[in-house]
């Protein structure tokens, strides 16, 4: 089985969405890659990550390419008429979210999962700021355990709590919801995000509909 053949058929993605994110193989000794080309808007490599498509006792085998700096995936799919940006913990994910939601929105993966630790995504941000200043509006679309809480926490309180907004999936991810119950369940997770305000904190119009 070929990536792309993985990936449009397990994996829900369409060839358009494959070809979009560059997402291509490498094959050796040890199996069959994934490859995820990590690339500035302008195209220009400066990451590549290899996931292997076989898993040894359901661990993921992965690596990325020596003494490359840490940014974003899926920077080079930025367009000029973007106007939301979203934020995800894998790969796969920010394509099956680019591939649900569709133009207008940039969608994008932080480059080596959730660190809950408030230095764990230093480099990353501040590689992208120039990308990330342009956006009014940050969606943050992480697992829903306790380090992607808290890592959601953290990158929120960096780029600004103000813009940020929590998506919440129906299943596990954005893939398993794509895979399992298709792109409009992805849509309809977008539009019930919610701001990180403390819960006791109401609207006004919320404040006005109880009254009324």
Same mark, same amino acid.
């Given at each position: ?148 809480? #808290? ?22 991810? #954005? ?38």
């Amino acid at each position: 089985e070929t990536v792309l053949e993985y990936l449009t058929k397990e994996r829900g993605l369409t060839e358009e969405t494959v070809k979009l994110y560059k997402i291509s193989q490498k094959t050796d000794e040890r199996g069959t890659w994934i490859v995820f080309p990590f690339l500035e808007e302008d195209g220009v490599p400066f990451l590549i990550k290899y996931l292997n498509m076989v898993r040894v006792d359901g661990k993921k085998e992965s690596y990325t390419s020596a003494k490359s700096k840490k940014a974003l995936f899926g920077q080079h799919t930025a367009e000029g008429n973007d106007r939301n940006l979203l934020i995800c913990e894998g790969e796969i994910d920010a394509a099956s979210w680019k591939q649900a939601l569709g133009t207008g929105y940039l969608c994008l993966s932080i480059p080596f999962g959730a660190q809950a630790k408030e230095d764990g995504h230093d480099e990353w941000i501040e590689n992208c700021w120039p990308l990330i200043e342009r956006f009014e509006r940050i969606y943050l679309a992480f697992d829903g355990d306790e380090k992607g809480r #808290a890592a959601r926490e953290i990158i929120a309180r960096r780029l600004g709590r103000e813009r940020s907004y929590v998506v919440d999936t129906p299943e596990k991810d #954005a893939n398993a919801t794509l895979v399992t119950r298709g792109p409009q369940a992805l849509v309809n997770a977008l539009a019930k995000a919610r701001t990180l305000d403390p819960s006791e904190l109401r609207n006004a119009a919320d404040l006005y509909d109880v009254m009324n």
